[in-house]
């Protein structure tokens, strides 16, 4: 079975040692992907411990435990990774976390940034990426124009019967 994350190997292989503080996470996507299981697992004090000691001031503790135990996590998609490699200082992460509240499928789409202090990994901060409204490209047609059908009839007689 795959890690919570949803790279291969268990759990206990993969993301529970940097849980457990048995081993850093070696990069900042490692790090997200311990923290997305942190939240499977609903180990609140590594996902506190995660943050850097610059922001941890910053997160409400009851909330995040609240978020974390009355979701049904479903799955995470890494859609983008900007440094955050062994070598670098900083890195950015790009994912989508699937869960359900209620039995409502849901998505949290965010880009994760992540430093190191002291050598170690820490998430900073996440700005949550929401979907871009849409735009007509084309003009709307009036109930009263030429249908686009090509019937010679009223769009409101026609097509837009339907609509």
């Not at 610059?54 to 909330?63: A, M, P, Y």
């Not at 479903?74 to 070598?87: F, R």
Request: charged fraction near 30%; include cysteine.
């Amino acid at each position: 079975m795959a890690c919570e994350c949803g790279l291969e190997g268990t759990t206990k292989t993969c993301c529970l040692p940097i849980i457990k503080g048995e081993k850093d996470a070696p990069t900042a996507e490692a790090l997200m992907r311990a923290r997305y299981t942190a939240y499977v697992e609903h180990e609140i004090d590594f996902l506190i411990g995660s943050l850097h000691p610059e922001h941890e001031h910053n997160v409400d503790r009851e909330s995040t435990k609240q978020w974390a135990e009355s979701a049904a996590w479903m799955g995470l998609d890494v859609l983008n990774v900007k440094d955050g490699s062994e070598n670098d200082e900083t890195g950015e992460v790009e994912f989508i976390a699937h869960f359900q509240i209620k039995e409502q499928d849901q998505a949290h789409h965010e880009r994760a940034t992540f430093a190191k202090h002291k050598g170690k990994w820490f998430f900073v901060d996440g700005q949550e990426l929401k979907g871009q409204p849409v735009v007509r490209d084309t003009p709307r047609i009036g109930r009263n124009e030429p249908c686009t059908c090509g019937s010679g009839k009223k769009y409101k007689k026609c097509c837009g019967k339907a609509a």
